[in-house]
Nanobody, 128 residues
């Protein structure tokens, strides 16, 4: 049973930074694709970012390009999302996702339906 556990959320002042972590356990694949999505209150899932341990490649949906950095520690089976210069509109629930393969199209806006594993989500609130 693959489990994804997110951490690092909470309340942040606008202009601040956050670093979310997602630790994966229970999978036996040699490589894994892990990534992040954000879902604002009452809205559909935004495009996100992904990192593939097999080749080290990363992907950013247009919405998040230049605003987030995804990184991965393969030894710890953990993926990170760094976001700086936070704005109130960055508020939302951030979900970690994982699968054996990286279909980067799944990380575009409103994607993700084909991704196999999901964390429970972690709330980030950015106040002005």
């Amino acid at each position: 049973q693959v489990q994804l556990v997110e951490s690092g959320g909470g309340s942040v002042q606008a202009g601040g930074s956050l670093r979310l972590s997602c630790a994966a356990s229970g999978y036996t694949y040699s490589s894994v694709c892990m990534g992040w999505f954000r879902q604002a209150p009452g809205k559909q899932r935004d495009g996100g970012a992904a990192s593939y341990s097999g080749g080290g490649s990363t992907y950013y949906a247009d919405l998040v390009k230049g605003r987030v950095t995804i990184s991965k520690d393969n030894a710890k089976n953990t993926v990170y999302l760094q976001k700086n210069e936070l704005k109130p509109e960055d508020t939302g629930t951030y979900y970690c996702a994982a699968d054996r393969v990286c279909d980067y199209g799944e990380y575009d806006a409103m994607g993700g339906d084909q991704i196999e594993y999901w964390g429970h989500g972690i709330l980030v609130t950015v106040s002005s």
